[in-house]
């Protein structure tokens, strides 16, 4: 994703054009994010992501993400979110690419990650949001360090 909003909303055109249009027939999930690598033009995934907003579930259905993450080799995870008191879920945080806070929590103050694959049975890990970003920056920079190879599984 570009590092700032771009028009600050999401279009429903083609969700709703595939959900009405196409209905059951044509069944289709969204992939929330792919972190990939941006170095030396490399653009590899690195790992493909399913978001949601942490309501207290104790799971969230990623058979398709799993199925293709095992067919690209590629790490996947889910990943639940609670949004910090008082922002609006809709437009998050008051920063934008003119201004921003260094004190904002940027509108998350808890994450709940699971593999879901390798490991499709792995269990919820608690995390703060400095915590998952030092994760994911641990992916990249292995993935830097082994000179740009895929993710390998792990015994």
Not at 22 to 38: F, K, Q, R, T
Request: net charge neutral; with cysteine.
């Amino acid at each position: 994703m570009s590092r700032y909003e771009r028009y600050g909303t999401r279009s429903l055109v083609y969700s709703k054009w595939h959900r009405f249009f196409l209905g059951d027939a044509e069944p289709m999930i969204d992939l929330d994010g792919v972190e990939y690598c941006s170095e030396k033009r490399c653009s590899k995934p690195l790992v493909l992501i399913e978001t949601a907003r942490d309501v207290g579930q104790k799971n969230k259905p990623t058979t398709v993400l799993r199925r293709l993450s095992e067919s690209s080799g590629v790490l996947a995870i889910c990943v639940l979110y609670t949004i910090a008191d008082g922002i609006n879920e809709e437009a998050g945080c008051p920063c934008d690419e003119r201004s921003v806070h260094d004190e904002c929590e940027h509108g998350i103050t808890r994450f709940r990650v699971r593999r879901v694959w390798p490991s499709p049975n792995s269990l919820w890990t608690v995390m703060t949001p400095e915590q998952f970003r030092d994760r994911l920056r641990e992916i990249r920079m292995h993935h830097i360090a082994a000179e740009h190879s895929t993710w390998e599984v792990t015994a």
